[in-house]
């Protein structure tokens, strides 16, 4: 397993080079975004965005660690929930990389692998996932090889994000250039506010490692108040999300606090 993983994030990472050349008689080279990545959201779906992100924050705050270290912490202060193609939850994953002493044991990898292991379903064509924090090439990698239609993130990754623009840029007009990689995954920053202001409260503490940031006192204030947000978010703006709303509060009932890293109970 840890090295299928390995070989998903390789495969991520490989790099997609555009020269752009203005000049006369100099072949244009342009860099341009796959077609089938770019998306537009009803206000219906962006309240679903909004409360499902929130509940990614919840389910990390409701395992919240001090620390960022190996000794003392089950991993980082990251995490995810799966929703399916019906808008309904089925899943949840938090960073486990400290307990589990498996680097790749990022809650997007969790979550994946013991959805499908636990319902033996093939594929996640249709489904969602919503992540506190912005996924990595390995998450990325695997939600392509998955076939995730779509993934919603919380705050923004400077130094691991844009996996997923990376491998959907196409940059076949440049010498040596790729065409978008396989199976599109939808890639959308949420609307929520909580998320805007982590993003601005990170930029202040610059100077940490993004996972060091994660485990101080801002970012737990923040964490709470997104993890209140949702609890309190009982009342749907339009109707035909009330009971989505409703069976996700239901769900949440079943996703564990302190030392339980993944679900074992899934949505029916």
């Not at 924090?133 to 990325?140: R, T, V």
């Not at 007009?173 to 959308?188: A, H, L, M, W």
């Not at 982590?198 to 964490?223: G, K, M, R, V």
Request: charged share 20%; net charge positive.
């Amino acid at each position: 397993m840890k090295k299928t993983v390995f070989l998903l994030s390789i495969l991520v990472l490989i790099g997609l080079t555009c020269i752009c050349c203005q000049h006369k008689n100099e072949n244009t080279c342009r860099c341009t975004p796959d077609p089938l990545s770019l998306d537009t959201v009803s206000s219906q779906q962006l309240e679903l965005d909004s409360f499902y992100t929130l509940m990614a924050y919840a389910v990390v705050y409701k395992d919240w660690q001090q620390s960022a270290t190996k000794q003392l912490s089950r991993g980082y202060n990251i995490g995810s929930v799966l929703v399916d193609s019906n808008n309904q939850v089925v899943n949840w994953g938090r960073n486990s990389v400290n307990v589990s002493m498996n680097e790749s044991k990022h809650g997007e990898v969790m979550l994946i692998q013991s959805y499908l292991d636990s319902t033996k379903t093939f594929s996640l064509k249709g489904f969602t996932i919503y992540t506190t924090l912005e996924p990595c090439a390995m998450c990325s990698g695997m939600m392509k090889l998955t076939e995730v239609h779509r993934t919603v993130y919380g705050q923004t990754d400077p130094s691991y994000g844009k996996a997923l623009e990376r491998l959907q840029l196409n940059s076949s007009s440049c010498g040596g250039g790729y065409t978008p990689y396989p199976r599109t995954v939808i890639s959308d920053k949420s609307p929520d506010p909580v998320s805007i202001a982590i993003d601005s409260a990170y930029a202040q503490h610059s100077s940490d490692h993004i996972t060091t940031f994660l485990a101080t006192p801002d970012a737990e204030i923040l964490f709470k108040q997104a993890s209140d947000r949702f609890s309190n978010y009982l009342k749907a703006k339009f109707v035909k999300n009330q009971e989505i709303i409703d069976n996700a509060h239901t769900y949440f009932k079943t996703v564990s606090g302190k030392k339980s890293n993944i679900s074992i109970k899934f949505a029916k």
